[in-house]
């Protein structure tokens, strides 16, 4: 089993900037990949940004330039840094691991006020 807790939501100002914290714990050796996903009321979630094992990244068109995914492998604990923030990206952020299954932390809202 793997465990994800995610920190660092809040309120911010549009043009503010907040960081996200997803720490792991349990199996994580069974860890391929992490990444955050995003989902506002009536839609569907999507991702945001994807970290691999060897640090390749992707991130969605809507927050490249803003938004930096990045991780700490001591600390087992991936990281995104969002800058330059929009009303838009106002949603629960998730943090996902994927491995040998499939695990997602239980989310942290985020609203970016106009």
């Known amino acids: 089993q793997v465990q994800l807790v995610e920190s660092g939501g809040g309120l911010v100002q549009a043009g503010g900037s907040l960081r996200l914290s997803c720490a792991a714990s349990g199996s994580i050796f069974s860890i391929n990949a992490m990444g955050w996903y995003r989902q506002a009321p009536g839609k569907q979630r999507e991702l945001v940004a994807t970290i691999t094992n060897a640090g390749s990244t992707d991130y969605a068109d809507s927050v490249k330039g803003r938004f930096t995914i990045s991780r700490d492998n001591a600390k087992n604990t991936v990281y995104l840094q969002m800058n330059s923030l929009k009303p838009e990206d106002t949603a629960v952020y998730y943090c996902?691991?994927?491995?040998?299954?499939?695990?997602w932390g239980q989310g942290t809202q985020v609203t970016v006020s106009s």
């Open positions: 996902r691991a994927l491995g040998n299954n499939d695990y």
